[in-house]
């Protein structure tokens, strides 16, 4: 059938962005983010105050980029799609041509310090309209028209069977009366319903602005239009001051059954471009139609990554929104977690929990003393310590959001890595190479290291009223050493000063000095278990970045020993010594709880491994700790869970900038 349609004149663009330096903490869909950041940039070009008034910002769609991922490392290019109005506003114009000469210091999006704008591309005409080098073309762009969309309207007429993939959350009211338990959104409940199809392609005729000649309004035949699965999962996105705030919608898969009549077509056709629902200028509702790949005339990127359904027929409705409550913070429990793990980074699961499930957008943990409910958006990392209660669905789940899982024993040391491939991870490797063969950077960083052991060792001494003065001095010695060997002889010297003062902390217990290979008697049997425990997190928390544990910076990589880990270690080894005091004061061991021999190490009896292990699991997660932040910006609190995540996730931006090493030191 012929017919004449009138579709808006739009710029389908799509711009291509470097990372900088890395950038962290972000929700699994960026929309919100790069929304913020154009909305603050035309704010500030037409000198108006804020909040921005309706009726000034251009109509602009955006599809976030791509690899959808909570952090992104420098090198990375990312991708954003933008749809705007023709002809294009000026203001819009220049944001874009002086993007690079911003300064714009809020947020993680921040032109010219995270992310540098490289060139911008017409997807209709394919041509660059701002060039990585020369001048912009900006009336060049070719507009979204029926000629481009043609081909695509005619493949889906002549298809009897087609998917909508959701790229980005679908946030689309049902129609008025079909709610249920306080559900207003399209989702897996009402795609069931007869109707849900034709309220979707009418909220895609209304977003389009499609004005239809007479003969296509007076086509009254039925299509027969039905959704046939919905393979679909509510996802909650965090926005706001401290991310209180949530903004929720689908992704997943549609699959329609029955052949869409030519107004249809061209509706589920547009839609792919200037999505459905609200919040679209967020990027929300878009979706594309993978079967009509092959008929496309918009030239996206190349790589455009498919994301696949979640595996579930049906998913439950999505809960109300939810938010980290102040309740939520600061109640105490078991298992580990803590603060650092609810700002985005590792959710630690032990054996003390008896259950763990996803209520839509939501990782709802069970254990002895109640369920703690964390929002999805929030984990970056899942280690699982021993053999906790973890169904499949929560690590298939986080394979889609590229959440690395990490498998530990119940020592802490690393029996596999859940992780889905990284481009730069070949380009990391040569990065740590590089630097570990600069002389001057692996001595300059092995003194950040050992000047904080040291530091730290006098602060547990402070706190014990046993102060060792010469140890100031050796932490001075320590940040100017000459040499690597030098260094090592610093090293030494400020631990015998330090045991010689620790013996004396220890009580009931004797302690000779530090041995181990083999451990001799129980202090240094427990020192050294702890000390084991840290290095193996330590060593899992480096895998789970794509470095190279086994290559030193301070310590000679031999064999499988993680020589880095151990490099990571000096500046935590008084979680071990204080956790050991701890166990000692408490009375919670004694010297007959360990069987000691002339010939051979000393061990523990049968609980004592176990309760080591409870306790520094329960001093990971509990303790809270002002300490250097790593960032320069003063003092920060976090849990030792994130503290120890954020030693090995800093090695990232250090080995890949060279910037220096902060090394972690207690008050």
């Not at 992780?419 to 950077?441: C, G, I, K």
Request: net charge positive; with cysteine.
């Amino acid at each position: 059938m012929s017919f004449t349609i009138d579709i808006p004149a739009l710029a389908l663009l799509e711009a291509e962005f470097l990372v900088l330096r890395r950038i962290g903490g972000l929700p699994e869909y960026h929309g919100i983010q790069w929304s913020s950041l154009f909305k603050h940039l035309l704010r500030r070009r037409l000198g108006l105050p804020e909040p921005v008034p309706e009726g000034f910002v251009p109509r602009m769609g955006l599809l976030p980029a791509y690899p959808p991922s909570q952090s992104v490392v420098p090198g990375v290019s990312l991708f954003l799609r933008m749809v705007l109005p023709l002809p294009m506003p000026e203001v819009m114009q220049g944001v874009l041509e002086e993007f690079n000469r911003e300064s714009f210091t809020n947020g993680q999006f921040q032109p010219g310090r995270t992310i540098r704008l490289e060139s911008i591309r017409d997807c209709v005409g394919g041509e660059e309209i701002l060039p990585r080098s020369g001048p912009s073309s900006w009336d060049r762009i070719i507009p979204l028209g029926l000629q481009a969309l043609e081909p695509e309207i005619h493949q889906l007429e002549r298809m009897e069977e087609f998917s909508l993939i959701l790229d980005s959350p679908l946030r689309l009211p049902r129609p008025e009366g079909t709610a249920h338990d306080g559900h207003r959104f399209f989702d897996s409940a009402y795609a069931a319903d007869p109707s849900a199809i034709g309220h979707l392609i009418s909220r895609l005729r209304q977003r389009g602005d499609l004005r239809a000649s007479a003969d296509i309004q007076q086509d009254n035949r039925t299509s027969g239009l039905r959704i046939a699965d919905a393979k679909l999962d509510w996802l909650d996105i965090p926005y706001g001051r401290a991310s209180r705030k949530v903004l929720g919608g689908v992704v997943g898969m549609l699959r329609i059954i029955g052949r869409p009549l030519p107004q249809e077509a061209l509706s589920l056709s547009l839609g792919q471009y200037v999505g459905a629902g609200k919040n679209t200028a967020f990027g929300f509702g878009f979706y594309h139609i993978p079967e009509v790949d092959v008929a496309r005339q918009v030239i996206w990127r190349e790589g455009r990554p498919s994301p696949e359904p979640v595996p579930k027929s049906t998913i439950a409705p999505p809960p109300a929104q939810e938010t980290v409550t102040e309740e939520m913070r600061t109640t105490s429990w078991r298992p580990a977690l803590g603060e650092s793990q609810l700002a985005g980074m590792s959710v630690y699961l032990t054996s003390t929990c008896r259950n763990a499930t996803l209520r839509g957008r939501t990782l709802v943990i069970e254990h002895s003393e109640g369920e703690r409910r964390i929002p999805w958006d929030r984990v970056g990392r899942l280690v699982l310590v021993g053999r906790p209660a973890v169904p499949p669905a929560i690590l298939h789940r986080a394979a889609r959001a590229s959440i690395p899982v990490s498998f530990l024993d119940a020592l802490g040391r690393l029996v596999g890595l859940l992780q889905t491939p990284s481009p730069v991870s070949a380009q990391l490797r040569l990065r740590q190479e590089e630097s570990l063969a600069d002389e001057n950077w692996r001595l300059k960083t092995a003194r950040e290291m050992i000047a904080a052991k040291i530091h730290n060792c006098r602060v547990i001494l402070r706190r014990n009223n046993a102060d060792e003065p010469r140890l100031g001095g050796m932490e001075e010695n320590a940040a100017r050493a000459l040499s690597l060997d030098s260094l090592r002889g610093i090293e030494g010297a400020a631990a015998n000063a330090f045991f010689h003062k620790f013996a004396g902390l220890v009580d009931p217990f004797s302690f000779p000095g530090r041995r181990y290979r083999p451990s001799t008697d129980p202090v240094n049997a427990m020192l050294s278990f702890g000390y084991s425990l840290l290095a193996n997190r330590l060593g899992s928390a480096l895998a789970a970045c794509d470095i190279d544990p086994r290559l030193g910076i301070f310590h000679q990589g031999r064999g499988r020993h993680f020589a880095l880990a151990s490099d990571l270690l000096e500046q935590f080894r008084h979680v071990s010594e204080r956790l050991v005091l701890a166990l000692i004061h408490r009375r919670e061991v004694t010297p007959g709880d360990f069987n000691m021999s002339d010939s051979g190490p000393c061990r523990g009896k049968p609980g004592v491994i176990g309760l080591m292990i409870r306790r520094m699991e329960e001093t990971l997660a509990r303790e809270r700790i002002l300490a250097d932040n790593g960032e320069g910006e003063g003092k920060t609190r976090s849990d030792l869970n994130g503290f120890l995540d954020r030693a090995a996730t800093q090695l990232i931006e250090v080995f890949q900038r060279r910037r220096p090493y902060d090394a972690f030191r207690i008050r």
